[in-house]
Each structure stands twice: as structure tokens, then as C-alpha cells.
């Protein structure tokens, strides 16, 4: 070269300039329809939200995905790697409410800091294919396809309870309900009957459910997560006729007034995945929201009152299970299906879900806990019925806890004898031949509620005629858009108060008629833009020919909060699309990567108000406050989050480190499944590696010119030092496209760093014969292997080597790192030139022979023999065998 390079490099000049560079060349830019014959990669992360600020979260799991979307297209892929923005949602409209701004204008101030973030990270993103959720656009064909899905029978309207805010007007999600709160107003829920909307995704319950068989790229986790939520269970579904109690608690309850046609020829249906254990039957409990709940409830004020309080609970499962078993005793009694001449107590209870099953359980305290524990609350007799392993029937009883174990049936009758499964078996058969039950699959899995009663949302495409009734938008009026003239000063939806927006004219009679004013869940929305990007601009909501080209996603990443939900109603609508003819496909990720949480330490001053990192001046175990001096006491390590201020701004670290360095810290510190933590050392340790490459290629390019690499030489020509190098470089080929397959980043990230310093250990002696080859060679290979990790220091060391320098380059497509094929290694760099062998005698260790792989076996133990260390453990024994493991061992067996 005719300048010498300068051993340091300014991140922010050269970062800058390679980005505008991909931009201007349109580098990463693809066809909806992919070229014949290329074969294809999709890429995708998880949509972001826009929220304002990217964190180093976002960061990693971005990295992660741009690692992936670079490598694969060093391997000849054409690579989709698109980025959009989940853009509907209740923070947006909260922000109108709290700041007097418009749901938009917050959303897209927002889109341009995040999007702006991303680019100065360098990441290869197809940006001509950007899309917002909230643009008509997106959100037109969203419509469509709920039309569509309406059609085909997939979508139903009907009444259903939910979690309502009486101060926010809205339907909560059982996540938003706190101690039987609202999460945002603090008002007590109610539980409400209302007309919802729903996809009905249990007609697709066992396909989704055999469909985990067809994802090994998924991880085990996720999978088991899946099919817990989905929930198949064998069970029976069993009938216990009603019988009047006429006791006194019966007439302390008021149910002594009722008339006996209240309950004749009446039954309560139970599902269970229990039947053997019906012998230990204790009760029968009925969900608050059960209809003959509702029927006595109006003539039994202490019930209602009961019910009210239940319903204050939310209807999560969670917030169920932690809350005290309470019930009501209804007075009634139901008769055993096996036992005719016995009846037991109906109550209702508080941890009975209406929807799961038929809303309906028999209580077997033995056998089940949270039934132990209110058999002890109401003092409920109760007999055992599973006998453990090694247990004796006369003596066993259960104490304190239920026994949930495997086992023979007791105290049953019929069952005794019988192991669990049989027992199962003979219980269905015994039902279905008395005609008190029928085997049945049940699913866990419940229809999607999809209506939320909030402005920031894509509209239901719905008109409401008081003549024709539910009448679908017409396709052409599509789409149906969101008025701006909306005002937060009311609780509520503000469509419907909006003064023209919902009234309208029904198309068919062409009478008055309002529009629905509910809106889309948004997960609506992100369960199917990853169809959307492969033809973001198609007048139908995909292109059928490049979605079906596309799909499935090869790499999916994103955190495994999403393992359930998103993931499960992605996979539903990729069935629907199917069903109504805009894919070809039934699963939407091939591949599911969920990376770990970035963490960081946590700091509160003398107040107990949290407080940012940079307000903290560390010393040692002890930190003050920057600005106040006064002592700062040091939290937990957990992962960064808004509301504990422990949160790390990618913008600071790019300012102050580069773009590349924050990439390479967050593959570098730990795999990346598991949870990272974010401190400074470490950040700086992979600033100072960065500079440290380019040193090391720089003086590379300072001594070496690009005919050194184009010498045509056998693969081991050259010293032994040079060889030794040339072998290093190839077998760190093998070693980071492993690690890239196995998405194990940090392992190619240490096989860089070996690299790295056997390239530098070689400028020690670069007269050697052969070394300014192998010493090219090494650095174009590091060029390239980093070039997914951190490309813009890749694209400068590559543009060093190849004789230019970045600030005046004129780059063409085929001048970038970003455009080389993958580096390949040569397989006879790969065989070792030297092998030690060990020499045994009897088994132990005497000698070692460093020798040519695959030596002939008669020279090898002729020297063996000679070796003076071996021949003194051999002198005066006779050689009965030589055992001989090839580029291994040499045994000799002796006697004497």
C-alpha cells in the first residue's frame, strides 16, 4: 500500500460510512418474488413495539437475527430479513389520555427514534419493506381477512364474561386484573356478560397439537409450554343427578322454598380426567358463573353476595390457584353415578372455572390438593382410594398433603386391585354401561376473544343494522379507517361516543346503522405480518406466490414471554390463511430461537427511589450518587425494565463505544439462551478487542499486498510456523460456521479471539517462508468471519486489505465483506501434519512418538522399541503382543 494504516480506528466516522454505503448500494434488498433457481432464507425477530426507546434487549435479539440473516447470505441464500412495528395498542392511547396527545403522533414520534436506533446499529434489514400495524394499508387487509375468516366459518359473535373496569370502560385481559384490580384505574373488576367476537381456534385444537410433531427446530421448552396450553386430556364426562337436601341447612339457605320441579330430573355434568377416583368422592363444586349458580343465586342473597366476591378474583387461572378455596354450600346433594343409595354436597366454589370442562368437579381430596385443602376448610369427610408402592391398606391415610402419585385402587369396589391406567379404563366402561357417562377428549384450549373496547386498535369491520342484523363491510369499502378527531376526556371508548364516526348505512337495506365500535386485539395484528412482509405493497393481504415461495420462516427470534400467546395464534392464523386461500402453508416458523434477558444491576438512593446506572458512581462494592455524593445502596441484578431505572440506552453505548462493539459484547458474554448481564467491564473488554482486530489486520495490510494471497502453492507449502497458521485459519473456518449452525455465537465469538492472537503471535516473525501468505490470508478470513457480528468493522478491515482506504473508496457491490461467499476450508489444511502417539506397555503410559499421521505400523513400532525411555521397561520382558489404535496408541503386551 503507499500509506501506512493507522493502528486505531474511529468507530464513528467508519460506522457511519459503511452504513451509507449498504443504503446506497440497496444491498439487502429483495424481490417479493425470490430468483429462479436461488435458494431462500427468511429472518425474522419478533415485532417491536413501539415504545420509544430501543433497549439492549431489543439490541440482542436483533443481533442475534442480523448474525443469522448476514451468514446465511455469505452461504449464496437471497435472505428476507424485513422490520416493522406492532403500532396499535392501550400504552398509545394511555399516552393520549396522560400527555394530550394523539394516539399517531406518539406512535410515530416513536417509530423514527427506534428506527433511527437500529440503523446506527447496522443491521441488514430489507427497510423498503417497513409497515406500521396502524397504517390503513396493514390494517385494510387485516380487515379482509377477517371478512374472509367470517366466511369460512372460523369467526362467531356471542356473549361471554369478562373482566370489566368500571372506571376505564374497557374489558380487561386477565393479566390486567391485580388483587381483583384494574391494573391501570385500581378499581374492583366486575365480571360482566358481554357480546364479543371470537376466532374460533379450538376447530383447529388437535391439528395445532400434532403440528408441535413438525417443529424440531423448536425449542423443547416452547413446545411443552404449547401443548400444556392446548391441552388434550382423556377424560369422561359423568353425570350426578340432583337430589333435594332437606336438612336444615337447607332451610337456612332458603332453598326449603323451592319448588320441587326447581331440580327433578335434573344433573349436574362433570368432566374428569380422574374417573378411577371416583370412590373418594368428597363433594361436588360448581363455578360461580354456572348456570344452576345463577338460578339459585336469585332467590339466595348470601349466594349472590358469594358470587360478587368471587367474581372480584379475575378469571385467570393464576390469580385463582393463589387465592384462599372458598365455596358456598347450596343445600342440594347429587348422587354418586356408582353408588345410587349416596349423595354428597353441591357447593359452589371459588376456583371452579365456568370455562374449562363444563364449569363443574368432583372434589377427591386424597387425591388432588387444592380439593384436600377445602375438604379441611369445611370439614368434609373423605376416604383414600390410590394406594402407594410399598403402602399397606389398613394403616395408609393421607395427612397434610394429597398424594398425587401412581399406584393400586383401594377403598373402590370394583377398581380395588387395579393399577391407575386400568382402573381409568374400567371406570369408562362401567359409566358408559349404566348410561351415567361417556368417554370424551377434552382441550384446555378456549375459542380468542378478540374485542377490546378501546379507540387505538384496527376497527372490526362490522355495521350493526337494527333490520338485517350483523352485516359484514363490503371488501370495497375497505378499509374501514380510524377518525383523528377523537378527544380522551371521557372513560371509554372514544368511538363510541364520537359524534359521527359509528353511524352510518347499512349496505344491504341501505337503512341507518352503527358501526362496531370494538377493536382488534393486537395480537390480531402480529399473528400474521410475517405473510405480510413477503409482498408488503399487494393489494390482497399477501401474494400468494411469494408468501408460498417465502414461508415458512427459516429463523424466527424472539423472547420466550411470547411462548404461548403469539406464537400459538401465529400458528392458528397460518391455518385460517390457508383455509381461506391466501397460503399454501400450516406452520409459520420452521425454526424458533428465544433468547435470554439482558440484566443489570439495580441502585436506589437513601430516598428509595430508584435510580439510572449513569447517576451511579461505582467504587469498588460501593457507589454514590453522581450528583449528590450521598450513598447509593446496590440491588439485585434483573432484567432492565422502565419502572426500576435499570435500563442501559443503546444510543449511549453506540456514542461512546460503536455500534459494532454493543454487538459484539451481547454475543460474546454468555449463550445466548441464557440471560446476560450488562456491565461496564465487559463492554469495555470488547471495545478494547475491537480495536485491538483492526491493529492486528492493519499492520496485516500495512506489510502484505493482495498478490501474496494469489500465489498459486500446494496447501502446505510454506515454514512450519506458517503451515501451523494456514492450518489455525482453516480450522477456525470450521469451528465459527459450526458454532453459527448451532446458534451458539458465543463459541464462534472465542474461536475469533484464538485467531485473532495466532495472527498476532505471527507478526513476530513474518520473514518466515510462506508467513506473509498465511498472514493474508488469516486476516481476510477474520474479515469475513466477523463480518455477521460486527460488519462494519469487517467492511473497513476488508476494504484495508483489499488497498483502499474507506475514506475515499468507491465501492462497488462486489468490493464489500457483505457480498463474499462464506469462507471454505481446505481439507488438507485440516489433516494434522504431526501426531503423538502414545507407547503403553501393559497399559501404561512409557513414551510418546510425535510422528506423520498415518505412519506405517512397522516403522512406528520399531521406534517405539528404540525410544531409550520404552526399551528400559522392556529389557528382560518378551513381547507377547503389539497392539496398535491408528494415530493413537501403540500397546505392548509382555511376559517375563
Known sequence: MSETLPLSYDFRKIETLWQKAWESSSLFQVSDIPT????????????????????????????????????????????????GWDAFGLPAENAARERGTHPEKWTWNNIATMRGTLKQLGFSLNWEREFATCQPEYYGQQQALFLDMLDANLVERRESWINWDPVDHTVLANEQVIDGKGWRSGAPIEKRKLFQWFFKITDFAEDLLDGLQKLPRWPERVLTMQERWIGRSEGAHVTFPLVKHSGPLAEHSGLATLPDKAIQDKAIQVFTTRPDTLFGMAFLAISPDHPLTQALAANIPALAAFVAECHQLGTSEEAIEKAEKRGYDTGLRVKHPFMPDVSFPVWVANFVLMDYGTGAVFGCPSGDQRDLDFARKYRLPFRPVILPEGETAAIFQIEESAYTGLGTLFNSDFLDGLDVKAAKAKAIAELEKRHVGTKVTNWRLRDWGISRQRYWGCPIPIIHCPHCGIVPVPKEQLPVTLPEDVTFDQAGNPLDYHPSWKHTTCPRCHSPATRETDTFDTFVDSSWYFARFTAPHASTPTNPKAANSWLPVNQYVGGIEHAILHLLYARFFTRAMHKTGHLDKDEPFEGLFTQGMVNHETYKDIHGQWLYPEEVKRTGNNAIHYTTGEPVSIGRVEKMSKSKRNTIAPTAIIERFGADTARWFVLSDSPPERDMEWTEAGVSSAARFTQRLYRTVAAVANSTTKEDYTQDVSPTWGSEKALALRQATHRTIVAVTEALEEFTMNVAVARIHELTSRLAEAEKTPTEEGMALARREAALTLCLLCAPMIPHLAEEMFSLLNGHSSATAQSTVTDFAATQPWPQPDPALLVASQVTIAIQIMGKLRGTLTVPPDTDPETLMQQAEADPHVAKFLEGKKIVKRIHVPNRIINFVVAG
Open 36 to 83: 429462479e433457481g436461488r435458494k431462500t432464507y427468511y429472518v425474522l425477530e419478533m415485532f417491536p413495539y413501539p415504545s420509544g426507546q430501543l433497549h439492549m434487549g431489543h439490541v440482542r435479539n436483533y443481533t442475534l437475527g442480523d448474525v443469522v440473516a448476514r451468514y446465511k447470505r455469505a452461504q449464496g441464500f437471497e435472505v428476507l430479513h424485513p422490520m
